[in-house]
């Protein structure tokens, strides 16, 4: 794409879309929202940068594989279910604590780990395609 | 309490390696090493829960800390265990086949996750208790096996995925229909829930066009008679691994789960039911085994007699008396293990003449007479001769068929039987008796992993057609627990009165 | 209500049938699409339509209002569209590559694997070389 205009808001959409996401992952345990809806965010994020500057871009910005973001998001989901099959003999059983800030508590669970292991997991495996059909060549 | 959690390996443990081998994206050798962790680690936890199934009989476990029949269960009996015991026995053979078939740029292309995703997905079909859940690994199969099935980039692997993709995506579209029937008429999706509400229910058009939608969805999968198509036109285009852990594995999940739907939610034993698997059974087995005789791609031919035995299970179900069923799952059995390695020996018998084509090959009896040998014992299995594992399984089918008095589903599977025999023979004939018509330019070694693994299976083959004795056992017990879901609905709910809607397990923490 | 959902299944479920008998794969891949939305709004139905309240619990109470929506037919339905979307999305890199490769999109000329290995060729391609036969793979 050579528009000008998108080229050069691309970063701020980027950014933007990037935090919104993450805020959807976080909101997502009482509120609508969490680690799917978060990932799909995520992944128009750079879907946005990869259409506007280019894929190698978007996948230096990425940082890591598409696919090895996904193993690493599902290791993650994974693993959190781990503590309640050991503790409750009922696997994905969740685990919350508070830890203290001083000021403030602040509520921790595994499901924080399963929401973000999904939300990598949605990425990545969105961008694995997402990549390899712009990277196409016209036919 | 501890047993229940070797409930869980099976499909986590899959999962984890998908995972581990996706983060080992870039470093190839690393994901073999993996792999050859995971396929003996496989084989470890699946038959573990298949020797704490036989101590304790059916177990369930929750997830996520919910009463039954709100969260997703787990629950394995004896077909499932074995199912799921047999399925790490063929993931280790295939596994070590796959080490020299799979090359650097198949792993770039996903093989590894692939195949531990599609393990997943199979030992999670066997074992789920809920029929939502069964349909998410259903999907999750169809996409780990698109993605398996098109791993060279070939156009005639393109071709036979969308032909696979199309139908099999069909087939799970009328299984959503069937479950949004389901859901719609019983209000759960719990399969120990609906084994107590659906028969109690009276058979209103709803249930009884889900019945059928089920019979269509899961015969699509198995490849039961109007519906296998997609089989043949896409299995001889994948790699030869490939092919043979499709081959073994996914069509008896179809199989699996019409048994387990059509003993627990519905009746087999209702005449209209009886008609309508008799008549698939045997169109099955007589259309499959006509399709294989003229074929003169190997790979081709086996896909259409593995269409054809899918009929020799269906009729398991067709009788659904206690022998029937006790014949079915052992030939499910026996058939996953001789199909994994027919479709194996076929990529062994291309890589050292280099066709899997009847016509291009030949002289192997001389020039390769180990694989020779490697050939006979799945090949005289399959088709039923006396000392190996098929035998048994026919036998146990036929007599039950006599017993019942299906005199003609008895006489069609014999003629499909003999019918096999002859379509092995000609593989026989052609690829190991007659002289080769082209001259290889370099005599071709067969690759040691190929002979190690196809050895295995076969070794399993001989081991249960020489001591039949257990699995013939385990069968019984399986059977005996498909007529009888009380003890299903038991493992899942425990004791009756112990279920109060709503209530958390001991132990959530929440 | 209930009416006007009944028919939105049955146009969704018509439609999708319609165009997967097409000979077009991309058809067939939107009728797929529409034909599983068509099963999923089946699910949302068999749920029972009624409560218009989201089944979300208030911030600060601790259950779900009596009147709410019933939850489970929409966990089902979530996670049919996430499936649902992942196979669209493959069938899609599937018709791209099946593109780049055939040249077009017409299931009756894609033949490659029909032809791979077939019995029914004339008697004299019955010895191909393997020069021909991978010209003709490819042709």
Known sequence: MNSVILSATARIFFTAMLLVSIWILFRGHNEPGGGFVGGLMGAAAFSILAFASGVPTARRALILHPIVLAGVGLALAALSGLPGLFYNDSYLLHHWGYVPLGFTEIKVGTTMIFDLGVYFVVVGGILSFIFRLYEEQPV | ?510 | MSFLYAIAVAAYAGCGLYLMLSRHFMRVILGLALMTNGAILMIFFSGRLGSMMPAIIPFGDTALAFDAANSLPQALVLTAIVIAFALTAFTAVLAVAAYRRFGGLDIARIRAAEDLGSPFKPASRKYPSSKNREKKRHG
């Open chain 2, 1 to 510: 309490m501890v047993d229940q959690i070797d409930l869980v390996w099976p499909v986590l443990l899959p999962l984890g390696f998908a995972a581990l081998t996706a983060c080992l994206w870039g470093a190839i050798g690393a994901q073999r090493v993996v792999t050859i962790a995971g396929v003996i680690a496989q084989l470890y936890v699946s038959l573990r829960l298949l020797f704490t199934i036989l101590e304790t009989g059916p177990l369930a476990i929750q997830f996520g800390g919910w009463a039954p029949p709100f969260g997703i269960t787990f629950v394995a009996d004896a077909l499932a265990a074995v199912l799921v015991a047999t399925t790490g026995v063929v993931v280790l053979g295939v596994g070590l086949f796959a080490l020299y078939d799979m090359r650097q740029r198949h792993a770039h292309s996903g093989y590894y996750p692939l195949f531990f995703g599609l393990v997943a997905a199979v030992n999670g079909s066997f074992l789920t208790g809920d029929i939502f859940n069964l349909y998410v690994w259903f999907e999750i199969m169809l996409i780990a096996s698109l993605g398996l099935l098109a791993i060279s980039r070939t156009p005639a692997q393109i071709d036979g995925a969308i032909k696979y993709g199309i139908l099999n995506l069909f087939g799970t579209i009328l299984f959503i229909f069937a479950l949004a029937l389901i859901y719609g008429s019983a209000g759960t999706m719990n399969m120990a829930d609906l084994a107590r509400i659906l028969p109690e229910l009276p058979l209103t058009p709803g249930v009884a066009a889900a019945a059928l939608m089920l019979i269509a969805a899961f015969g699509v999968k198995a490849g039961a008679f109007p519906l296998f198509f997609w089989l043949p036109a896409s299995y001889h285009t994948a790699n030869f691994a490939v092919g043979a852990i499709f081959a073994g594995l996914l069509t008896k999940v179809g199989v699996y789960a019409t048994f387990r739907v059509f003993t627990l939610l519905y009746e087999a034993e209702a005449p209209v039911f009886s008609l309508v698997f008799t008549g698939l059974a045997g169109t099955t087995m007589l259309i499959g085994v006509i399709g294989a005789v003229v074929q003169t791609n190997i790979r081709r031919m086996l896909s259409f007699l593995l269409v054809s035995h899918i009929g020799n299970m269906l009729m398991g179900l067709a009788i659904a008396t206690p022998e029937a069923l006790t014949g079915a799952t052992f030939y499910i059995v026996h058939h996953i293990v001789v199909m994994a390695n027919l479709f194996m020996v076929a990529g062994a018998i291309a890589a050292v003449s280099g066709s899997d084509n009847l016509g291009r090959i030949g002289g192997l009896l001389r020039s390769q007479p180990l694989l020779a040998l490697l050939f006979l014992i799945p090949a005289l299995s399959l088709s039923g001769v006396p000392p190996f594992s098929g035998f048994w399984g026919k036998f146990l089918l036929v007599d039950a068929a006599f017993r019942a008095e299906s005199y003609w589903l008895a006489f069609i599977m014999l003629l499909a039987g003999f019918l096999t025999l002859y379509a092995v023979s000609r593989i026989w004939m052609e690829a190991f008796w007659k002289d080769a018509p082209i001259k290889l330019s370099a005599r071709r070694r067969l690759p040691p992993v190929y002979a190690v693994s196809i050895a295995v299976l076969g070794a399993v083959t001989v081991g249960i057609g020489l001591f039949a004795q257990p699995l013939v056992e385990l069968s019984i017990t399986a059977s005996a627990e498909m007529l009888d879901p009380a003890s299903y609905v038991a493992a899942v709910f425990g004791e009756p009165e112990a279920v109060r809607l709503g209530e958390s397990l001991p132990g959530e923490t929440q």
